[in-house]
């Protein structure tokens, strides 16, 4: 007969199975599904419409849209959300995009950013008052701008003064990927040039963009997000029609010299656009939009009700100290 003393001897007793918290975190994350939000910012026609539409069709839910070769996109006339419902391997993705319209067709473009601040400042609003609230949700539902990708002419010179000021004012309150759109009308040559320019110039402006260098969190992080901030703007293109092209069906845009594949990294770089936010950094910009900018707003707005209720406070204070006065003084009692 075995003793009790012989069978616990053959059980590794210093392991605890803290390990297995990896596979309960994947099993709720996997149940709860996961939600991303995308908005698209930029000046009229520089097809940000266009690029959504790429993202949809492209690998990312190449099964969930239905083909429709023969609808043009319109011109966006408002702010719009977009949800599709992504599966893959089992895990649940709920991708919402933003479309905006473009501004710039004014003579005057002053304030053109208001309506997308406003926007992005009333998700953080309806997600705080969800979460001040006594009776809160289990899980409050997201709809806080994650990331802005910001469209920038392909002019090839530098960037406009709007652009400047729009990205500098979006850069404090969101992530923001700027892109280099329509990035088929520059040779290979004038793109490095216009990428780098536009990389000088950003950091000559103070304009933080995602990845930021602050909130890199190690050694290892700094390296990857080095690399792709020598990358920004990503230069892309950006299209709904698909081709076959050697057999193959691709997504592109048909010229008289050729088809470009906008998927292709040797003919553009929305590829790399679309890892970044999907496969490599979404849980990244989700945190930094909900421990920086969300909180940002928090504490702004809790401060500013703070500030109103003290001042509050002070009145009562004031009018009751002077209530007591006039009742020393005269001895009828004060209307307030
Ligand atoms: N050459 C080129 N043309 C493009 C590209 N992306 C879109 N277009 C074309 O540009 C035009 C405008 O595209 P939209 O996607 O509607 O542009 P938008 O930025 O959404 O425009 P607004 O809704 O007015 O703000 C369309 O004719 C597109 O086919 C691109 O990468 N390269
Ligand atoms: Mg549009």
Redesign the pocket.
Known sequence: MQLLSEVTASIDFSYVGIDAILEQMRRKAMKQGFEFNIMVV?Q????????MNTLFKSKVSRKSVQPNPEER?P??IEIKSISHDIEEKGVRMKLTVI?T??FGDQINNENCWQPIMKFINDQYEAYLQEEINIDRKKRIPDSRVHCCIY?IPPTGHCLRPLDVEFMRRLSKVVNIVPVI?????LTLEERDYFKQTIREELRANGIDVYPQKEFDEDAEDRMINDKIREMIPFA????DQEYQVNGKRILG?KTKWGTIEVENIAHCEFAYLRDLLIRTHMQNIKDITGSIHYETYRVRRLNESNGHSQAQNHTLTHVFCLHEHAHMHTDTPLML
């Open positions: 930029g009229s026609g520089l097809g940000k419409s266009t690029l996109i011109k966006t479309d319209p473009g469209f759109a329509k990035a088929d009308t892309v293109v950006g299209s845009r």
